[in-house]
């Protein structure tokens, strides 16, 4: 890349949101039937996280073609490592150790977000 290109790159990046999120992946270590005891206090925490704003997104992850999700995936705000740890290790799956996460620092640059509001029903559309 000549020195011409590599200006652009960089103004291109320097245009971009770089908005600092944590992604969570966490995985099934125990069968089932042992998740299941604790899946109500897990979705309780990960409403609680969203009403705090501190969850940005959150859901299974499953290969085209099965039933069974690979892994769950969160996105969270956090101000470092240390925050984004102790707010993964109040899952209570993770807690329980009936799941096991892996922490990842993810810089969001590019995307789009869509939301339709229709006052006159109050209906809404997410895109």
Not at 1 to 22: G, P, S, T
Not at 92 to 120: C, K
């Amino acid at each position: 890349m000549d020195h011409q290109e590599n200006r652009e790159v960089e103004a291109l990046h320097e245009r971009m949101l770089r908005k600092q999120l944590w992604i969570i992946i966490t995985k099934r270590v125990a069968p089932p039937e042992e998740m299941k005891k604790h899946l109500k206090a897990h979705l309780e925490h990960q409403i609680s996280l969203e009403k705090q704003g501190i969850m940005y997104g959150a859901g299974p992850a499953t290969v085209p073609g099965e039933n069974e999700p690979s892994f769950g995936l969160i996105i969270i705000r956090a101000s470092d490592s240390d925050e984004a740890r102790r707010i993964a290790d109040r899952d209570p799956m993770h807690a329980a150790g009936v799941r096991t996460y892996t922490l990842y620092q993810w810089s969001m640059n590019e995307g789009r977000l869509s939301i339709t509001l229709d006052f006159s029903d109050r209906s809404y559309r997410l895109d």
